[in-house]
């Protein structure tokens, strides 16, 4: 199962939105071996491609080596698919090199529903598993509504839960 | 003095789980095969089977991408970092279909 605050969560649909119809991509980072995700990294698609993202080489040894002297490894690494639904591809399974790393697709192929969903990826054998999202600061959730920023998504749907589960985030107006 | 070589997760098991190893050479492609030697195996992770860097992943010495310095002709000398990283990439397009718009 991932953990993830749902404020992240927010952060990547947006960067997934913002970058639409490119797809987007990034990391959180945790502390090693904490196995939660606490620091947001949006990447540059060196690609910038509706259908294929890679991290730039350089960004990523300096964001790499970032997380080496913070005693962080890369926690989450996602990506968005912005026409097909939010599930590794053969490219994603084939280039899948953080054993440890959940991995987080967002499809942005509907414009007022992101669908997230959460992979381990190992030895190329892929296995989905929940996501469980948690509410560290209430209130800086709603200072963001009321900023009413134009890429916020109004709600979220999660391939696995107990069922299907929609999330309203909208903004109480 | 040798040249350091930075060894990512999933190549660890080659390694006995060490993050580090040190190796020698003149070029990138004299330390792998140097490297080779004492862990049997990573050096086929690195290389494809015609003789070029593997697209699945990066390797710097010191800061630089080695794809800007020659690939496998790179220059190493001791008191070098060599840091090898899994290549993060994907998307929604087939492999095959990707390599071939891609060139690679």
């Known amino acids: 199962m991932l953990t993830i605050q749902r404020e992240i969560i927010e952060a990547i649909v947006a960067h997934a939105r913002r970058d639409h119809p490119d797809e987007a991509c990034g990391v959180v980072a945790g502390p090693i071996g904490s196995d939660t995700a606490v620091r947001h990294i949006p990447m540059e698609n060196a690609e910038r491609s509706t259908t294929f993202y890679r991290f730039d080489a350089g960004e990523q040894l300096r964001v790499w080596r970032e997380m080496d002297d913070r005693d962080e490894e ?23 090199g953080e054993p440890d790393a959940h991995y987080l697709l967002v499809s942005t192929r509907d414009p007022q529903t992101a669908e997230i969903r959460s992979f381990r990826i190992v030895d190329g054998q892929v296995t989905e598993e929940p996501v469980r999202l948690v509410d560290e600061s209430m209130q800086s959730m ?32 | 003095m040798a040249i350091d070589v930075r060894i990512p997760t999933i190549l660890r098991s080659y390694t006995g789980g060490a993050k580090a190893v040190s190796g020698a050479g003149e070029t990138l492609a004299a330390l792998l095969s140097d490297l080779d030697g004492s862990y049997p195996g990573l050096r086929g992770r690195l290389i494809t089977p015609e003789g070029g860097l593997h697209r699945f992943v990066n390797i710097y010495v010191n800061d630089e991408d080695v794809r800007f310095l020659g ?21 929604a397009f087939g492999l095959a279909a990707a390599a071939a718009v891609l060139g690679r």
């Open chain 2, 71 to 91: 690939s496998l002709d790179a220059k190493v000398s001791d008191g070098d970092t060599v840091t090898i990283l899994p290549a993060v990439a994907g998307g």
């Open chain 1, 74 to 96: 890369p926690v989450v690494i996602y990506h968005s698919h912005t026409a097909t639904e939010p599930f590794p591809s053969r490219t994603d399974v084939s280039y899948a």
């Open chain 1, 142 to 173: 709603r200072s963001t509504e009321k900023s009413g920023d134009p890429h916020a998504v109004q709600s979220y749907m999660f391939g696995q839960s107990p069922t299907a589960v929609e999330y309203e985030c909208q903004p109480q107006n």
